[in-house]
């Protein structure tokens, strides 16, 4: 959890820096980096094998909050 959120600041500090100096499409760039290639990718593919493998009644939980 601390390295996502270190991405996560880490991506808001960049981005803060291409939009103070107009750069929006490096801006959308480093957002879109860091929610598919950080985020989705690593973050939460790691976070489905830990809570799948620890109890699959977490599992029948989410499943009714992952379409929202």
């Not at 830990?50 to 977490?58: G, R």
Request: charged content about 25%.
């Amino acid at each position: 959890n601390k390295w996502i959120y270190t991405e996560l600041l880490e991506t808001k500090d960049i981005v803060e820096k291409n939009l103070k100096n107009y750069r929006f499409d490096e801006a959308a760039r480093n957002i879109y980096k860091f929610v598919w290639h950080s985020y989705c990718d690593w973050y939460l593919e790691l976070s489905k094998t830990i809570l799948f493998s620890e109890n699959q009644k977490v599992f029948h939980v989410l499943i009714y909050f992952l379409p929202y």
